[in-house]
């Protein structure tokens, strides 16, 4: 059984670390905010600092919320970078910017350190029952190490290229998202504002080609207006700003994606940034004065 790491214990972080204490690793905790009671059973252990998880473990598995907090736990007061030594990996499954992991990597690589960039698609329930996909950037044979614990959180994971490739993945998989949730969230305001039943229409259009995970899942979250989270639209925003930042350093216009990052700024403005991102309708439904349904 290998010493294990596990920084950030929050939606996705708490679920995903449980999966490794269950298999028998030791593991080390750390977060921001109370390690959740049911996750200190058998082998696992509350640490002081990320410092302190990164001295006790060989592998340290991060799930933070954005760039600047993977910054700080990293290179901190009592960081991770204090506690390690050579021979050591840091994986990051955290969803950050590409192009900090790249320096994020050559730092930690100069400390003879090894660092992966992991973040995961397929949410809460997917962290929970251990079918995430990983998206991974870094060098082949730290992959190869720590595979098997992957594959003890997600099902479908693929090592994408070099550091940062695996964040570029993540980057393209939260556009297509949230595209998805905006042609949904304006497919059943069209239709409720016709008089039709959105229930009864997203349950047709589930048989044929515009049938989709977001149609199934965050279509349903509309209709019933479940709207707790989930994935929250302020991390959404961050995914997009990332990919909007990414789009102008490299000269492409990504229209579509301005438009849906616009949509989630009106939610955030009146103040629906901590409800799950499809609650994006909302702001179809502010702009139509037409709630699709009642809630
Ligand atoms: P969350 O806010 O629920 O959890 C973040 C955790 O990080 C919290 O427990 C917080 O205490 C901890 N934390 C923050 N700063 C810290 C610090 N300095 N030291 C120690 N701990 C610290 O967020 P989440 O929903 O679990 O998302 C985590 C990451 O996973 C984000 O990058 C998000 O974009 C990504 N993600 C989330 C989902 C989802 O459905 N929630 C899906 C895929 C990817």
């Known amino acids: 059984m290998s010493k294990l790491g596990f920084i950030g214990l929050g939606i996705m972080g708490a679920p995903m670390a449980a999966h490794l204490i269950k298999a028998g690793h030791e593991v080390f905790l750390n977060t921001r905010s ?13 640490s002081a600092s990320p410092r302190e998880v990164a001295e006790r473990a060989d592998i340290i598995f991060m799930m933070l919320p954005d760039t600047p907090d993977v910054d700080k736990v990293l290179f901190g007061e009592n960081g991770v970078a204090a506690g390690l030594s050579k021979g050591k990996t840091v994986v990051d499954m955290s969803s950050i910017s590409p192009m900090d992991t790249k320096t994020f990597a050559q730092k930690i690589n100069a400390l003879g350190a090894d660092y992966l960039d992991a973040p995961v698609s397929g949410g809460e329930v997917g962290a929970k029952a251990a079918s995430l996909t990983i998206m991974v950037g870094g060098p082949d044979a730290v992959f190869e190490r720590v595979k098997p614990l992957f594959e003890l959180m997600g099902k479908n994971i693929t090592l994408v290229g070099g550091n940062g490739d695996g964040q570029t993945c993540k980057v393209a998989n939260q556009i297509i998202v949230a595209l998805n949730i905006a042609a949904v969230g304006e497919a059943l305001l069209f239709a409720s504002k016709a008089g039709a039943d959105p229930a009864k229409v997203r349950q047709a259009l589930m048989g044929g080609f515009a049938a989709s995970r977001i149609l199934e899942v965050h279509g349903e979250r509309m209709i019933k207006r479940t709207f707790a989270p989930g994935f929250r639209i302020g991390l959404h925003q961050k995914d997009l700003s990332l990919a909007l930042n990414g789009a102008r350093a490299l000269g492409v216009a990504l229209p579509q994606t301005a438009g849906a990052a616009q949509l989630m700024q009106v939610c955030s403005a ?3 940034q901590d409800l799950d991102h499809s609650a994006l309708v909302r702001s179809l439904e502010l702009m139509a004065n037409h709630p699709i349904a009642k809630g």
């Open 34 to 46: 109370k390690i959740p009671a049911d996750l200190l059973t058998g082998s696992a252990i509350a």
């Open 270 to 272: 009146n103040g629906m």
